[in-house]
């Protein structure tokens, strides 16, 4: 599929590529792997993802009240266990996490993968890269929200003045791509809301785009980092933060069909 940004000749040689097309593993060192799956479309067999779960997965599970969520937790988690375990050449029930400070699962293996995980109704996003922090995110566009008074309230003054200028019937897809591109960040920190929201800005733009990232108190940081703004589909606001700005980002839909049916068959063997 034809790249949809492209830098070239940057120093940074960066790009977002919408052609991953294939769960084979294969994870070069500076590229940063983007699946998205329709959540929908497996509801059916939740069951059998269920069983990929580990004890303290399913515990979590039970603990949902309402139908929606436990689902979409439980299909969350098995399409990441299948996703991490083709990269790390594990069985999806092999693959081990712990849990950082602040909440953030990492790999437990002795392994440079590192992930980040994102779920809004009906999606669920994965980012994996090598080696460096990276955090993701999805929002569905809401109606039900005031973007303008949140803006003012969590967005730095330059993000809340940005959405202020906004076409009104704008006003809600741009507060969550601008929600979504500042959380993809904190979630890469993992730090949670220990960061201060205001003390950094990411002002979206359309389609699949690098954003310019400000940490407004310590400018050299920003270089670190690069902030994608990934178009997943309509009505989905998405971005991964990712360190070090040389990497290229891969896109891929995800149709579990093509891997799951292994595992889901015959959940003992690898
Ligand atoms: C987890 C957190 C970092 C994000 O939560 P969220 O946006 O509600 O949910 P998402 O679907 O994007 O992410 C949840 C997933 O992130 C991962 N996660 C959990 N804690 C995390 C952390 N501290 N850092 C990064 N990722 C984390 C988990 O995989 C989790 O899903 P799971 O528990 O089902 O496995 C949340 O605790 C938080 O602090 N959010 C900040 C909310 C906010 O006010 N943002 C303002 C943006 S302007």
Known sequence: MKPTHTSPGSATCASVRLDLTRLDGVLPENEVHVWHTDLAAQKTAISAYSELLDADE???????????????????????????????????????FRTAKHGKPELAANTDLRFNLSHTEGTTVIAITRGRRVGVDVERIRENVDPVELGDRFFSQKEAEWLRSQPA??????????????????KAWGEGLSMPLAGFGVIPRGGNTKLELEVYSKPEASRGWSVWQLDLGP??????????AACSIRIGQWFPQDVVGNFLRSPSSP
């Open 169 to 186: 019937s704008e006003r809600f897809s741009a507060f969550f791509a601008c929600w979504a591109a500042k959380e993809s960040y904190i």
């Open 58 to 96: 399913q515990h979590r599970a039970s603990r949902f009240i309402v139908a929606a969520p436990r689902v979409q937790f439980i299909l969350s988690r098995a399409f990441l266990r299948i996703a991490l375990g083709q990269y790390l050449g594990v069985h999806p029930r092999d693959v081990r």
């Open 235 to 244: 009505g989905l606001r998405s971005a991964v933060a990712v360190e070090e």
